[in-house]
């Protein structure tokens, strides 16, 4: 596309790239102003409502009570607790355990496009199938986890239901689909030069040497992009909660998004909904922002 002038004008290389993108990132910057920058406005000023959601009329400001509630809801908190161990459990263990098998699809042998595959296929299946699949997995009397388990003679737990063992059950469930993850550090660990580990290997260094100071510091990006996605992607769970646990045993699993999901659509509270959405979106750019921090000083980008 070449747009050599602009009002009669002659324009540079630089300028008229600068246009020609404009151009092209238009039709993205109005759906996040209409499907993303609207709807986070209108929940911020539904926040300070009292609204059932359901007649534009019946909307009365109240203020600040709904986040004076909020933050004197036992429940609330305990969704917080339970998110963030959620979280960190998952974001850990997953991008591990995706880095982990991005290095081993990493390899040089036959075939290795068929395991590619089949490590990423459960990624693009439906959320509703997986958590049904697990919640038969996970049954502590007839499922394949506990059956297995005592095959080597250990007692499995209740998982699902039992209250101390729920959460850690859908944090192993987690780990079904980082098929996404794995392939994002696949990519990244492909683009590492190899001249860089023939240079350590004619040095004398070790494997770990190897992985510790050339893998892991070219890899920081992709490791820094992996671990963003996934924090985000982890304070949203919905779907496994509503379709395994609906928040039990008791309310040892509600996390934020159940708790806001009950509020707007089964107790009708669409303005105290509304506050809970925000305060979990201020959360999550906390978060982001502490991530982006702590990268901008360990990730390292290659000139």
Not at 112 to 123: C, E, G, K, M
Request: proline fraction near 5%; avoid cysteine.
């Amino acid at each position: 596309m070449n747009l050599p002038f602009f009002n009669g004008k002659p324009l540079s290389r630089a300028r008229r790239e600068e246009r020609i993108f404009y151009l092209f990132v238009t039709p993205w910057l109005i759906g996040l102003v209409f499907f993303w920058g609207g709807p986070i406005l209108a929940a911020l000023g539904l926040s300070f409502t009292d609204w059932s959601g359901v007649n534009f009329s019946d909307i009365k400001l109240i203020g600040f009570d709904n986040y004076h509630k909020m933050f004197a809801d036992d429940l609330f908190w305990q969704s917080v607790t339970n998110t963030v161990f959620y979280a960190v459990g998952s974001v850990f263990l997953g991008t591990i355990f995706a880095l982990f098998l991005a290095v081993l699809l990493n390899q040089n042998i036959p075939g290795i496009a068929f395991f590619r595959s089949v490590f990423y296929l459960p990624s693009v299946t439906a959320g509703v199938a997986i958590a049904l699949v697990w919640t038969w997995i996970l049954n502590p009397v007839v499922g394949l986890l506990n059956f297995g388990l005592g095959l080597i003679g250990i007692d499995g737990p209740g998982w699902l239901q039992s209250p101390q063992w729920v959460l850690p059950a859908l944090i192993i469930m987690s780990l079904f689909r980082i098929g996404p993850n794995m392939i994002i550090l696949l990519a990244g660990l492909q683009d590492i030069p190899q001249s860089l580990y023939e240079a350590a290997e004619i040095d004398g260094a070790a494997r770990w040497a190897k992985f510790r100071n050339i893998t892991l510091p070219m890899l920081s990006p992709a490791l820094f992009f992996v671990l963003v996605v996934s924090t985000v992607g982890s304070f949203q769970i919905f779907v496994e909660i509503r379709i395994m646990t609906e928040g039990g045993p008791g309310t040892s699993s509600f996390v934020l998004v159940w708790y806001l999901w009950q509020q707007a659509f089964v107790y009708l509270r669409m303005g105290y909904a509304s506050a809970v959405a925000f305060i979990l979106f201020i959360v999550v750019m906390i978060l982001v922002g502490i991530q982006f921090w702590i990268g901008s000083r360990l990730v390292y980008y290659e000139s």
